[in-house]
């Protein structure tokens, strides 16, 4: 069965830290690949995609995730953290015909000043 | 609409009675989604519509559930007989096409059932 396994359950860093969050899926077909962030107190948003091309995708707010088909992964990584990065990150997998999302369970991240 | 809306955005409810959750998608969107988050859980999917018909109906979690959609636009989720798992955040989103991509959330509904 599809399904997307994120690791980090909860991750602390100090400001200016380097950031990776693990994200692995399992899926046979083609699949096109989302990191979501949820901030405290809003909804969903997109932080970025990779559909094809180019496996290193960047995306808003200075992050960037690397697409490893070998490894089935799907990493999401900040250089360097701030404070206002602290909030509920989720990878997710949709087949690209498919009409279903499979998210991964969430990490959440807190960015201490 | 600009956005995904979503009413109410909170809901206390005693256990056994039905309660109705709104999805209004973005204006032209013909995917529509709805999810829902529990405490310490990822999303889980419901149901998927496009258009007015669901093609995927699969994880809705039981028979108490159903939803439906009209005008192509505005979605109702009905949960009948409320149970205290049934407790969540109940998300929408709306995409003007499947396959995944250019997803937009609502900002959900927080249901409680006491």
């Known amino acids: 069965a599809q399904s997307v396994s994120q690791h980090n359950h909860h991750v602390i860093l100090s400001e200016a830290a380097s950031l990776e969050l693990g994200c692995n899926y399992s899926?046979?077909?083609?699949?096109?690949l989302f990191w979501y962030v949820q901030y405290p107190g809003q909804h969903l948003q997109l932080l970025l995609k990779?559909?094809?091309?180019?496996?290193l995708v960047k995306g808003i707010k200075g992050f960037e995730a690397e697409f490893i088909k070998s490894k089935f992964s799907f990493n999401l990584r900040k250089p360097s953290v701030q404070w206002s990065d602290t909030a509920e990150y989720f990878c997710?997998?949709?087949?690209?015909?498919?009409?279903?999302?499979?998210f991964g369970t969430g990490t959440s991240l807190t960015v201490i000043p | 609409g600009a956005g995904v809306s979503q009413s109410p955005s909170n809901k206390v409810t005693e256990k056994g009675k039905d309660v109705e959750l709104r999805c209004d998608p973005i204006?032209?969107?013909?995917?529509l989604y709805w999810y829902r988050q529990s405490l310490g859980q990822g999303l889980e999917f419901l149901i998927y519509?496009?258009?007015?018909?669901?093609?995927?109906k699969s994880g809705l979690p039981s028979d108490r559930f159903s939803a439906e959609r009209t005008g192509g636009s505005v979605s109702t989720l009905t949960i009948q007989r409320t149970q205290q798992e049934d407790s969540a955040v109940y998300l929408c989103?709306?995409?003007?096409?499947?396959?995944?991509?250019?997803?937009?959330f609502g900002s959900g509904t927080r249901l409680t059932v006491v």
């Open positions: 989103a709306s995409s003007a096409r499947t396959g995944g991509g250019g997803y937009t």
């Open positions: 899926y046979g077909g083609t699949v096109n």
């Open positions: 990779y559909f094809s091309g180019d496996p």
């Open positions: 997710a997998a949709a087949s690209n015909t498919g009409n279903q999302f499979y």
């Open positions: 204006s032209g969107h013909t995917a």
């Open positions: 519509f496009q258009g007015n018909s669901a093609p995927d």
